[in-house]
Structures are given as C-alpha cells and as structure tokens.
C-alpha cells in the first residue's frame, strides 16, 4: 500500500469530459446503455460503468477501458438486471486511474440508493469538498462528482429532486447529469448549459444520453435537447420537466461542434457535420490560399477540410491516412509518448502529397503536437509547400468546463504569436478561423461582444461561470492531498 500526494482536481489531470446515458422502462436497459455507451466512446475512452435497478436492487459493473471490453460479454450484461439503468463514459488524462474514480457513482442513503453520472466539471468542488471534509464527510474518490452525492446525502429536504436541487444549488460549474434512484431516472442540465444532453424514446421507454448518436444506435427517436436548467424526472408516472433554478443566459460549448461532438450528431438544433463544413468554407473565405489539393488531418479535421475545398475550388484528397486502432492522442500521458502517437496514428499518403501544394485543414492547435509532426510528415513525403489552416480561433485558455485542455503554459496560442506558432509547427501558412468567422458558420452575425451565444472561453478568455477553485488559489498544485493509491 503506498500513498500519493496529489490533488483531486489537478488542472493539467483530472478534468474530463465524458458521456452518460440513462434508459428507463425497458427490459433490456443495461444492453441498451452499453449500446449508448459505445456510440459515446468518443466521449472517453479510458474506463466506463453501468448501473442498473433490478425492482429489488442496484447492480454495478464499472471497469477501465472500452466500452466493448467492459460490456461485451453476455454474462455482465445478465449481472445486470432491471427496466432502468445509466452509464458513463469516463476521460481523463489522469495518472491517478483507479476504480473508485469510474463512474457512475453509487451511494446509499439515507432515503435510497442512488447512482449519478456527470458529463462536466465543477469549478466550486475543492471548496465545497474542504468544507464537507472539515465537518466530518469522508470521500471516497477524488472526482469532483462525488461532492453532488454528498450534498444531496446531507439535504434536508424530503423529496428526493428537492434534494437534488438543492444540491446543486451549491455547486457551480459546468454539468449534465443522469441519476437513477429506485423509483425515478433524472437527467438534467446547468443553467448555462455548457454540457449537451438528449431526450428519446423508444418503444415506451425514455432515454437520455449526452449526444444524438447514442440515440441513432439503438434505433430510439429523438424527441429534443433536455434544455439549460431543465430537470427531467421519468417515473411511473411518466415524464415531468422542472426548471428549479433562476433563469440565466445560456452558453453551451461551441467546442462541442468543433470537436468533441460526432460528427452524425445534431447538437442544438445543429448537425455537427454540417457546421464543420460551415466553419472549413468560412475558414477558405478567410483565409485563402492558392494551392493543389486541400488534405484534412483525420479524423477530426474532416468535415472541415470538404468544407474548405468546396469553398476554395480546390481538390479535396485523404493526403494523410489514419490507423484506427490507436486511441485519441491526447489519451496518452507524456509529451514523448503524444509525440509517438503521432506518428503511430497517421502515416502520408505519398501520391497526393509528392510535388503538390499543399493545404492542411485540422479541427484546432492545443499543444502544436499534432500539427508539427504532420507538417514534417507531409514535407518528408514530398510537398511543395505546407498552407495549415485551423478550424478554430487559437486555443489560448483552458477549459474548466470537462473539456481536456492542458494547462494555460502549455497551449501554443498561449505563449505565442501567430508567426511564432508559424514557426514553431514549420508551415509556410498559419490561419486560424476568426471568432465572428466561427459564428457566422453557427448561424449568427458574428460574436455579439455583450451577449454571446456560446461558451468559447477557450478561445476568449471569457468564462461564463465563476472558477471559485481557480481563483481561490484552490489549484491543485498548491493544496496537497494524501491519496491513498490503489490498482485497478
Ligand atoms: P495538439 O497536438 O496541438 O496538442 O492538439 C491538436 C489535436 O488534438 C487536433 O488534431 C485535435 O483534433 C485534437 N484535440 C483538440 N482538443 C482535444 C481534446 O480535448 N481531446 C482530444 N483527445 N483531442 C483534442
Ligand atoms: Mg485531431
């Protein structure tokens, strides 16, 4: 047994941004969910768990790894039973992996067993956890979830949504969240709705899952987004909507559609695919450049290399291919190991490189990784010239929201400018797609400075929910906690 000194929620670590799924009144829930899982495993890779009510009680099977691994097997689908179940896809970037950190969350209560999933990130939960702490709660993970249970546990209201509201009346931060109690499936959404979650059906059966694809998978129809502050409850009784918290302006993650969301998606009123190709053809008319042939860096950079091409007049060709048996690179712990990725992931495909001018389209620069091994790639394997152009503005601040963004020091649009980044990843070109350019292909004027649309706080700076664990001092690094190391 050893103990670790780190802390819960390390900003260069633990923020994750995940996929759930609930499914109530049907047989089959835990098959359905695994099945929702698998289209959200591009939500997070690194582990996944089920929880299902059976009538009697609660069965659990959460492991490390892929959805298909965990839930493949007959046998742990049959463990578990029951006609209500939710799941989680878990994402992280953490050394600190271990079981106890794999979602959902179960705790039994005082009024009943309950299981929580959570697609987001807290930005109070250091705080609200130091407080629990020093008054006698015990924690047994080191997510910053765990703070929800422990304020619904410690709620003195009678009803089991009441307390759950005010739950998160105390909490700030970005979150979609399913529970299961023994009677009731639960999803909502913050108030600033930066998280996405859906509504279907299917045959009777309600399902809420954090993208549409999960829907599409198990043939479900899709019936709306759960909205900004909406709480659903699914019962007996059927379904019933809630709005228990005061009304505020919505900002949902416009880099959900530049990346995190599928592509076969329809993300608030939006096809993902559609609006990738939207920003690559704003991106063209912004940032042209006389070339032979437009390539994507798959696969994100897909959709918006069609759309760039189809703008430009240019010949779209797969320059560069991708071997799908490798994970997302971002999964990979240290920078040697990323790099490695890298080249473990793409390989040139020489004969619409050698000799041509060429235009790069990727979804976003985080770190330059990805772009300067490519643009040596492409070099190496014989083109003229390299054009890279990004479709996104520069990524000059993390996220706080359950996206997975390095810290600030490590972002290349942090600490450079746009001929210093030029540089740096050895293109001939550098352009980033414009911030109005971006709104503009989500279907504004441009960014409305005083009310924007979106959260794009990677991309402004401007955070639209208070990062009290931030700017309390509160990071990780200066707080040490004695974590006790398990395996898993
Ligand atoms: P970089 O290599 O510059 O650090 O990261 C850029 C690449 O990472 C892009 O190809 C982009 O598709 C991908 N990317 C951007 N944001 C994320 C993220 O939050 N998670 C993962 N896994 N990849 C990301
Ligand atoms: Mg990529």
């Known amino acids: 047994m050893t103990f670790v000194s780190t802390n819960p929620f390390d900003d260069d670590k633990l923020h994750e941004e995940c996929g759930i799924f609930g499914i109530y009144g049907t047989p089959d829930a835990a098959a359905h969910t695994a099945l929702g899982l698998h289209a959200l495993q591009h939500r997070g890779q690194e582990a996944s768990g089920i929880v299902s009510y059976d009538g009697t009680r609660f069965n659990s099977h959460r492991a490390m790894g892929h959805v298909g691994a965990n839930f493949g097997q007959p046998k742990v689908i049959q463990g578990l039973p029951g006609d209500a179940a939710i799941g989680h896809n878990r994402y992280s970037t953490s050394g600190d992996t271990v079981l106890r950190n794999v979602q959902p969350i179960y705790a039994d209560l005082a009024f009943?067993?309950?299981?929580?999933?959570?697609?987001?990130?807290?930005?109070?939960?250091?705080?609200?956890?130091?407080?629990?702490?020093?008054?006698?709660?015990?924690?047994?993970?080191?997510?910053?979830?765990?703070?929800?249970?422990?304020?619904?546990?410690?709620?003195?209201?009678?009803?089991?949504?009441?307390?759950?509201?005010?739950?998160?009346?105390?909490?700030?931060?970005?979150?979609?969240?399913?529970?299961?109690?023994?009677?009731?499936?639960?999803?909502?959404?913050?108030?600033?709705?930066?998280?996405?979650?859906?509504l279907g059906h299917l045959k009777g059966a309600w399902i809420l899952a954090s993208e549409t694809c999960a829907l599409d998978i198990i043939g479900a129809e899709f019936v709306r987004d759960v909205e900004p502050g909406e709480l659903i409850v699914i019962d007996e009784s059927g379904l019933n909507s809630h709005k228990p918290f005061p009304p505020t302006a919505s900002r949902f993650c416009i880099f959900e559609y530049i990346y995190f969301s599928r592509p076969d998606s329809i993300v608030e009123g939006h096809s993902v695919y559609n609006a990738r190709k939207r920003i690559g053809a704003e991106l063209a008319r912004e940032n042209g450049v006389d070339a032979d042939v437009v390539i994507p860096v798959p696969d994100s950079g897909v959709p918006a290399a069609i759309g760039y091409a189809a703008e430009a007049k240019?010949?779209?060709?797969?320059?560069?291919?991708?071997?799908?048996?490798?994970?997302?690179?971002?999964?990979?712990?240290?920078?040697?190991?990323?790099?490695?990725?890298?080249?473990?992931?793409?390989?040139?495909?020489?004969?619409?490189?050698?000799?041509?001018?060429?235009i790069l389209v990727d979804d976003s620069i985080v770190r330059g990784t990805t772009s300067t091994k490519i643009i040596e790639m492409v070099r190496e394997a014989g083109a003229r010239e390299v054009h890279m152009r990004?479709?996104?503005?520069?990524?000059?601040?993390?996220?706080?929201?359950?996206?997975?963004?390095?810290?600030?020091?490590?972002?290349?649009?942090?600490?450079?400018?746009?001929?210093?980044?030029?540089?740096?990843?050895?293109?001939?070109?550098?352009?980033?797609?414009?911030?109005?350019?971006?709104?503009?292909?989500?279907?504004?004027?441009?960014?409305?400075?005083?009310?924007?649309?979106?959260?794009?706080a990677c991309f402004s700076g401007d955070y639209p929910i208070p990062l009290t664990d931030e700017t309390g001092g509160q990071t990780s690094r200066s707080v040490q906690l004695s974590l006790l190391a398990e395996t898993a």
């Open 112 to 198: 009943g067993g309950i299981a929580v999933a959570h697609n987001g990130n807290l930005t109070n939960a250091y705080a609200v956890r130091s407080r629990l702490v020093k008054s006698g709660s015990i924690f047994q993970s080191t997510m910053d979830t765990e703070v929800i249970t422990h304020l619904i546990a410690r709620s003195e209201k009678h009803h089991v949504v009441d307390r759950i509201v005010d739950a998160l009346k105390q909490v700030e931060g970005a979150y979609s969240l399913v529970c299961l109690t023994a009677k009731k499936l639960i999803g909502l959404r913050d108030p600033t709705g930066v998280r996405p979650l859906v």
């Open 390 to 456: 990004i479709a996104s503005p520069p990524t000059t601040h993390s996220c706080f929201y359950g996206v997975d963004t390095p810290e600030r020091s490590k972002l290349l649009a942090a600490i450079h400018d746009l001929e210093a980044m030029r540089t740096y990843i050895k293109a001939d070109s550098l352009a980033f797609v414009s911030m109005d350019g971006l709104y503009r292909a989500m279907g504004q004027k441009g960014r409305d400075a005083a009310k924007p649309q979106f959260c794009d």
């Open 314 to 358: 240019i010949p779209f060709e797969l320059g560069i291919i991708r071997n799908h048996y490798i994970g997302r690179t971002f999964i990979e712990p240290t920078d040697q190991i990323r790099h490695l990725g890298v080249k473990l992931k793409h390989n040139a495909n020489r004969v619409h490189i050698e000799g041509k001018r060429v």
